[in-house]
């Protein structure tokens, strides 16, 4: 063939990656910035003395991500389980669950060590359940999670006899105090799973997959995906997500409860959903999620520092809840307003 | 017609513009359309015709330029206006409320004025009365519903939806691209009908044997500009080709003769059966073009889908050079060598939200990728190397796909088959909504793709085009294969003979 000098290959250049598939994403989550900038100048005028200190804004911002973390971990599992076009509502229980099993007198007695591992795998045991369920087992998504969501805090209560389970292994704990050049352990493995997982959903035939699958699933198994198989994976990387939060939750509590990760699941979809990752699947960024999770913790903390009440913050978490998905919803929708280019 | 082209147009279109980021997709367009007669709109894929449709439909607003109906200056801000003003675009792909009736779903715009109240009974007796003043007693039942409609029949749906409400203009893009013959001349009849009662009619198609047929007076556009308006009486295909690419297109493409291969098939099949297709034997050899011919329903889709395991078969064997392989799937049949670009690009191929790129590599992932991770300096390569062979319209291969215009989208899903260069390609319908132009291209490449060995199967309905490529051509009737021609001895008569064999209830009895 001879090789056409494209209109594509001439363009290619100038074209550069902000006018791409990739530029509605990057103004969002631009957008995104710009709305944590505005947080910041709310508390400067609500707490000047925090907001337009050096050290004391530092310290604040360090509680704020350290808050974040680990529920930042368990969205960006669940950014992936949207991408694919599916939910996962039992994501604060697999954390409970995980915790639970990770702080029992037998699992403590082993050491820090197995403690982890022991949390690593319930998460991503339960998450596999989740996958088998839905992938061969044919449930809907919302329905498999959530009968998964009751079943595991229901467990964790067995497990635990609804009592606080104390960590006694101080090393365990010191996962949340430890403080690597003055940045919390905490903080270093929510930023250490971003980027991994950035990698993974960008990078690797496993992300392109997800996001195949999520898109359009006909055409992703015409395309030879074996979607059961990596429907499975992808819920099976969020229980992993929830085993890794669990750990962090439990380090930072310094104590495994059945009452962990609470509403978990809706906080990870809201902050997903405010990233920009689609309901119907197909669409989502990791950075998007992250910056989800960091504007939700960012007006939290405006809450706290005002010294507000926990009910003001819940009201006004619905409050952004609905309003981030009313704005996706009017997105999608001016997106169809032009009849989708015909033939 | 020549007396009405004296009177005011029904609808002009001046110096139309609209810009895309990166496509000026309208430039200063100019358009009259009179009532009373059909004028055909062609141009190459990406010329402009859906976007100055969109414009007419008051899906898009130009960015400038002026609209009149009937000399009377017009603006419109959402579909909702047009139809006000009697202005209706009937797409490919109509919107059909899958779980209500036929009649339901044509009065479901106009239901109820307010005040009165219509009962099932009166808006079924409405769409009888309609069915049965356009004709289409026999073609469209009032009570079926929305899900089990054919193409054609949506489209009915649509067309009918349209003339609820008095129409002045309507305009149908690309209708017939999924229509059987006969289908197609029940839709002919309805415009000629339309036209006769005063409608301005604007009509979209690649096919010139349709634009022939139908249209009183044809309308070019490339490049998003206007190259002139000729009467089709006075003009041919030779003349309207060169107004669309803007030089001579050599003589439709025509593959050259080769001997029959012989040795082993790349692929043979024994005795394949499903629900659908029904002990199916085929043998395609590498280097050669098997063409598979019938008409709409006789299984071609079927028995395509059946070979490469996207639907359970009952019974029958696959073999790829001469070995059994097992396939339960089409990532199984990939394995084995076997590729499938299926027919419905939208539905079954295309991810809408992601770009030219992506949509190309989607089925070479696993070839280019060093430890699960993409290499994209490759995956970029390619893309843009088919970007470029096929001539896909695009800005950049980053452009996200449902931008594209409909047949850039088609060849977006051919590149995807092309880069994948299985041993065995199955093309369903691999032109369809492709321009002239293009269609050579593409009948290139797969020429080329034969003279690499590779064996490749091509369904398509358009009987020149199977005809041309094809070195054989299996016919199939009801879920059977009824004949094989070689090339040699292929004309229409036979292909058709073969794909009405023994059927005289359906399609080949209606005429
Ligand atoms: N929503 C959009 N965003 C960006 N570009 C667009 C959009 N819609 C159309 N275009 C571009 O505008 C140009 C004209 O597209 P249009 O769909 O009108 O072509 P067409 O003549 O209908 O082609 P075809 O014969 O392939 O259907 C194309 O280059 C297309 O990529
Ligand atoms: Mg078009």
């Known amino acids: 063939m001879i090789d056409v000098a494209s209109p594509a290959a001439a363009s290619a250049k100038r074209a550069g990656w902000w006018r791409g598939d990739g530029s509605e994403p990057v103004r969002r989550n631009l957008g995104l910035v710009g709305v944590l900038v505005l947080l910041y100048l709310v508390g400067a005028l609500a707490r000047p003395d925090i907001f337009l200190h050096g050290g004391r804004l530092w310290s604040n911002e360090l509680t704020v991500l350290t808050q974040a973390s680990s529920i930042g971990v368990i969205t960006i599992g669940m950014t992936f389980v949207m991408i694919s076009g ?86 365990f704990n010191r996962i949340a105090e430890w403080r690597p050049l003055g940045i919390p352990l905490l903080v270093i493995i929510f930023v250490v799973v971003a980027v991994l997982a950035w990698v993974l959903l960008n990078r690797t035939t496993f992300g392109r997959r997800t ?133 | 017609m020549s007396s009405d082209a004296a ?7 001046t110096e139309l513009s609209k ?76 919107e059909i409320i899958p779980h209500v009736s036929v009649a339901e779903n044509i009065y479901v715009g106009a239901l109820p004025a307010r005040g009165h109240r219509f009962t099932r009974a009166a808006l079924r007796a409405r769409v009888v009365a309609d069915l049965a003043r356009y004709g289409f007693t026999s073609a469209l039942d009032p009570d079926a519903l929305g899900s089990e409609l054919s193409p054609a029949q949506r489209q009915l749906v649509e067309i009918l939806r349209a003339l609820t409400e008095s129409v002045r203009v309507i305009a149908f893009d690309e209708p017939t691209s999924s229509l059987s013959d006969t289908e197609v001349e029940v839709l002919f009849r309805l415009i000629r009908q339309l036209r006769d009662e005063g409608v301005a009619v604007i009509y979209v198609s690649h096919r010139m044997n349709e634009i022939f047929q139908i249209s009183d007076r044809v309308t070019v556009l490339r490049d998003g500009a206007l190259v002139g308006t000729v009467t089709t009486a006075e003009t041919d295909e030779a003349r309207l080709v060169r107004m669309m690419v803007g030089r001579d297109l050599t003589d439709m493409f025509v593959r050259e003769r080769r001997p029959r291969p012989t040795g082993t098939p790349a692929l043979t099949v024994r005795g394949l059966s499903n629900d659908d297709v029904h002990d199916i034997d085929l ?66 191929a295309l991810l809408m939200q992601r770009s030219v790129r992506d949509n190309i590599s989607l089925a070479i992932l696993d070839r280019i990728r060093v430890a699960r991770v993409v290499r994209r300096g490759e995956e970029r390569a390619v893309a843009q190397r088919y970007t470029g062979q096929l001539r896909i319209r695009t800005p950049d291969i980053e452009q996200v796909v449902s931008s594209l215009s409909g047949g850039n989208q088609q060849k977006v899903v051919l590149a995807r088959w092309l880069a994948r260069r299985p041993r065995v390609l199955i093309l369903d319908e691999p032109t369809r909504g492709v321009d002239v132009g293009a269609k050579a291209e593409i009948y290139a490449v797969i020429n080329q793709l034969t003279a690499d060995g590779i064996a490749v199967i091509v369904i398509s309905s358009e009987l020149p085009e199977i005809l041309g490529l094809s070195d054989r051509i299996a016919v199939m009737q009801g879920g059977r294969v009824t ?29």
């Open chain 2, 7 to 13: 009177a005011a147009p029904r609808l002009a279109a």
């Open chain 1, 211 to 343: 996001v195949a699958i999520g898109g359009n699933a006909e055409a992703a198994r015409l395309a030879g995906i074996n979607i059961r198989r990596h429907t499975l994976l992808v819920y099976t990387l969020s229980g992993l997500c929830c085993g890794i939060a669990a750990v962090m939750v439990t380090a930072q509590a310094t104590a495994g409860s059945s009452d962990h990760g609470n509403l978990y699941e809706l906080n990870a979809i809201a902050a997903a959903i405010i990233g920009g990752t689609a309901l119907t699947g197909g669409r989502g960024t990791i950075v998007g999620s992250v910056l989800g999770v960091l504007v939700f913790t960012q007006i939290y903390n405006l809450f706290i520092v005002k010294n507000l009440q926990t009910e003001y913050q819940q009201i006004a978490q619905g409050v952004i809840i609905v309003a981030a998905v009313l704005i996706q919803q009017f997105r999608v929708a001016a997106l169809r307003r032009p009849v989708p280019p015909g033939a």
């Open chain 2, 483 to 511: 004949g094989e021609l070689d090339r040699s001895e292929a004309t229409e008569e036979r292909v058709l003979a073969l794909a009405m064999a023994g059927d005289l209830t359906t399609d080949g009895a209606t005429r």
């Open chain 1, 86 to 171: 599916g939910i996962d509502l039992s994501v604060g229980a697999l954390l409970a669950l995980a915790s639970v099993w990770s702080t029992t007198v037998a699992t403590q007695s082993y050491g820090p060590g197995v403690m982890i591992l022991a949390a690593l795998l319930v998460g991503a045991g339960s998450g596999l359940v989740n996958g088998i369920l839905i992938a061969y087992g044919r449930m809907v998504p919302f329905i498999a999670t959530l009968a998964t969501m009751v079943a595991a805090r229901g467990l964790a209560q067995k497990i635990s006899g609804k009592l606080t389970q104390i960590v006694k292994v101080t090393s």
């Open chain 2, 19 to 94: 810009r895309f980021a990166g496509v000026q997709a309208l430039r200063a367009v100019q358009l009259q359309a009179y009532g009373g007669e059909v004028m055909a709109l062609l141009g190459e894929n990406g010329a402009g015709k859906s976007t100055l449709l969109k414009i007419l439909a008051g899906a898009h607003r130009p960015d400038s330029g002026t609209l009149s109906i009937d000399g009377e200056r017009v603006s419109f801000s959402s579909p909702r206006d047009a139809h006000r003003a009697g202005v209706r675009i009937i797409y490919q792909e109509p």
């Open chain 2, 283 to 348: 043998e395609v050899y590498g280097g050669e073009v098997l063409g598979i011919a019938g008409l709409v329903g006789a299984g071609r889709s079927e028995l395509a889908h059946a070979i490469v395991g996207s639907t359970p078969v009952h019974a029958g064997e696959i073999l790829v050079d001469g070995n059994p392989v097992r396939i339960s799937g089409p990532r199984d049949a990939i394995r084995a060598g076997i590729g499938f670009a299926p027919e419905e690009r939208k539905a079954q």
